[in-house]
């Protein structure tokens, strides 16, 4: 009887490796096959809303659809089963997101779905941003969010100078053009300042009276001219935090400890004393 | 008599410190109150435009108008009572406008009012830059703003450079194009070579004969090429800005107290003592 | 008779000064009264191509025109005048544009003129450059100037390559879309494909068949992330020519020859001598 | 019979250095005319999708398409000739841009040819990114590439990044917006992401429900600020790339000639000799 249990013991504790771990082969191939069925699964849900597509192969996706929902069905128990403390997996971002990503399926037994509910499965698409912590990408990734950090401070002041800019922006269209340009309300005319502002520029609204295209030069010049603020702070960041992300790729010189050198540099260029 | 002048004066240093200051907890709630009820007093501008919103809930929308109206009248007449020189806050730039914030309302009762009126209350909004000014953010919000007067000089150029540019290219598409293709002045013409140039590109207005598109093709690769400049402007004042900012990576002298010594720095710049 | 010579000599010698000097107040003055002169010009020049403003105001604009034909006139005999090798003036570029400018309100006698020919005026806008070569805006100017000429290089080989891209985009996208969604010729996929690397997107011409779209998806992104570029290599430039500029910002040690002390630093930083 | 082979061995030997080299002046030529020859041919593929003009000029037009393609039906022959190993011309990439670049018209002789036919012919123009090879643009182009090749890492995370963002918000935007305002399908939706994100904005799908607008509001300000990632990643690169470039600024050693020494550097790093 204990056999069995060790026997399981030793189940769980491979599996957790495979399943939680980066380092061994299994576990490495374990989340290529996932990141693969992840991908499948997105393309999957994306084809069922294209019309043409899923009038034609409709029984064709629902199949896959359901392999894919059972082995990731069968990824969720194990991933309960074999952690020490499951509810700390259950309740984590990256469990809930796991949950409700298989629920659709099973629940289209009772409720006849809609694609609301079905699209509800591309949000398995979150689990890729997991991949970010690999070690592999870990250096490079680190330094951006590092960057994007350290530029908070900034960012927020500037988004919050933009949200007052837009709002008095939309009001004063608004006022100056009048719903027959369809500039219906001020939110109307926010959505526009906020479309104008960052260049996108639909078209769908935009101001037709002189005094309107007077005041939305203004607009756009300032949208093309304020880009260069979150740019610059941000350019600014990366440039700064160069050094300390360089560091490894400079020589210190052993004998008088001035670094800097070039990584194939021989001798020292303070002290001539060799690398 | 003396007692309640007094009594008086007493309640008018403390209403003084709680309006005018942010140092005590009574100060920073009263702008905390002030802070949410201009966002809420905006909203409700919003809504009022919004037709299908306010047919409903009119009657709810001016109620609420009347108590941040009232509230808000009451914080004017404070500010003036409270303050040593009223004359100085009631001309200045946040006296006016917290004036023809309030005014629109009052001024109901005899003008049926147009919603031109009603929106001038949204500039209730622009005391909200007030709060850049906060401590909090000041240090922040110092290094963006001494960024940005640094490098004026030359954004001043590029904005002349780019006034000359889009009246010359506005004229040569106003030839070119003709009014069939949208451009039925100069005036029009430069509207349109600000709304390419800036990358916006509404479609409102677009040049279709060949010589036009070829044009139009130049002034699109120019818009895109010299948003480099004010990026590259902006970014170089940031990155040269940069030593005054990072205080946790200069010296401070022990002897003084002065900062702003570069890391490698041996002796004090003000006293000479050693660090 | 010689002193008639000499009179006319000396107001030659005078108006000289005046016209194309910038020490003088008289010569700063005639600047200005030229600047406005300039814009005033061009202000009717744009107003008489809107219909609505041109039919009332016609004869004003006329007679106001005139005028400025008239001073522009002088100005242009005297500026022949009173140069020592007025052929210089006369086949410089400002000397040519000067000619043309005032020739189209002569012209206008025999020839019942078109708009185009009235447009020409506009080109009077080009002197306005002339400005950004005054010694109080050269410095910044120059600095632009250098910058952008540095990165002269790369900027080409980035057109280069832009401009080949776009041919090839705009071949693939003829073929991928065709006539029916506007794509009917190659220049016109070219003209498509500026549009939309520059990321102006009138949405003239768009792609409506899934595999344009999807080709169109990753010219956008191709677009978006090669803006990267120009602007890197001007911010780079921007950096780079920093210090020839805040050179005079720093203090140098008479002692040691330590330099990089801010400009308020009072004491040396590596040896401690006073500045 | 040898001296007819010793001939053709000498003129092998003088084409491969005409075809191949760029130091002679007659390979210089060689390279000049193939350009020009490039160019004339894309010019021939443009003007052949141009309705109005194909139907006055196709007889000039075809004859024009034939003698290029003679001449360059020989080069393709001459480079296979006088290149020791053949096969490694003729399966390189530019080995086979070359070969399907003359084929569309001998095949216009079997098959009465569809425009997507004659198109292939503007691949040719991808020979030309080989001039950005020659050592007058190497200089630059390495110091584009180095850059680029450099910041690949973060680049490509961005990217992920980006496609992941788009797909989510693509299906956010199909489920709220619905196929009435032309989110017909998550593609769709990721297509209009892709065109919001990049701030590109056709305005063939626009978001027209109050909650869409809203949503669409952070996806256009998201795509608005994130420009800021590549620009800062691009111009940091370029900024750390400098010194390399900044030839002049570095020291040289007398003793080993090795460059890259910084400016305050004392000893060489290569051989320790006094600099």
Not at 33 to 45: A, E, R
Not at 116 to 137: G, S
Not at 170 to 185: L, P, R
């Amino acid at each position: 009887m204990s056999e069995i249990k060790s026997k399981y013991e030793n189940f769980k504790q491979k599996a957790h490796i495979i399943i939680y771990g980066t380092n061994t082969v299994a576990g490495r191939l374990f989340d290529l096959i996932l990141l693969g069925l992840i991908l499948l699964s997105v393309v999957l849900v994306m084809l069922e809303t294209v019309k043409g597509f899923d009038a034609k192969y409709h029984a064709y996706l629902v199949f896959f659809e359901w392999v894919i929902t059972v082995f990731f069905t069968l990824e969720y128990i194990l991933r309960i089963i074999t952690i020490k403390k499951p509810i700390n997996y259950v309740l984590s971002f990256y469990g809930i997101i796991d949950l409700i990503a298989i629920l659709p399926m099973y629940l289209s037994f009772f409720i006849t779905g809609t694609s609301v509910f079905a699209v509800i499965r591309a949000l398995r698409l979150l689990r890729l941003f997991k991949i970010l912590n690999h070690p592999q990408f870990n250096n490079q990734s680190t330094h951006l969010k590092e960057s994007l950090i350290a530029s908070r401070g900034k960012i927020l002041i500037f988004m919050y100078f933009m949200l007052i800019s837009t709002i008095i922006i939309g009001s004063v269209m608004y006022v100056v053009e009048g719903e027959a340009s369809g500039f219906t309300s001020i939110p109307m005319g926010i959505y526009w300042a906020i479309v104008t502002l960052t260049t996108v520029g639909y078209g769908d609204i935009s101001p037709v009276t002189p005094l309107g295209q007077f005041l939305a030069s203004f607009v756009m010049i300032m949208g093309y001219g304020i880009i260069a603020v979150p740019t610059g702070i941000v350019s600014a960041e990366f440039a700064k935090n160069k050094p300390t992300v360089k560091e490894s790729e400079t020589k210190v010189c052993q004998n008088c400890g001035s670094h800097e050198h070039y990584v194939n540099a021989k001798f020292c260029q303070d002290c001539g004393h060799e690398l």
